[in-house]
């Protein structure tokens, strides 16, 4: 798995009104946090990354690139940054994940007599159901 840091000089953070808990102190202060990173821009992914991220993410994908995450879970605006922070490493390292190639195995000869024993205890138990002629 590759593990992307992401310099801090590349995150665009802006501050609006809290939705969150907070009581009167949500309308006084700009608790939530907005991040703002470019894809495109940054410095520290390589262009295929770039590529692989631009289409797994193309969803969430501003018209310039960029990806917005916007926390306001806590009440206090630096707890909110990280909150960002971890949401964007978290959403780069689920966009990355290459699952691994399933290998195509034959079924053991005793699964499938198994199966087919099992079948046709089920046929006999029907049939002995039915009424007789």
Request: one cysteine or more; aromatic letters at 4%; proline letters at 3%.
């Amino acid at each position: 798995m590759i593990d992307i840091q992401i310099p801090f000089a590349e995150l665009d953070f802006t501050y609006a009104r809290s939705r969150g808990p907070g009581g009167q102190n949500v309308n006084r202060t700009n608790s939530a946090a907005i991040l703002r990173w470019n894809l495109m821009s940054s410095q520290v992914i390589s262009d295929e990354l770039k590529l692989r991220l631009q289409a797994k993410l193309a969803a969430q994908l501003t018209e310039d690139g960029d990806i917005l995450i916007r926390s306001d879970v806590h009440r206090d605006q630096d707890q909110n940054r990280s909150e960002c922070i971890a949401r964007l490493h978290a959403l780069l390292r689920k966009a990355l994940f290459v699952p691994k190639k399933r290998v195509a195995t034959k079924p053991s000869r005793s699964s499938v007599r198994k199966r087919l024993d099992t079948k046709r205890k089920h046929s006999e138990t029907k049939t002995l159901r039915q009424k007789v002629k």
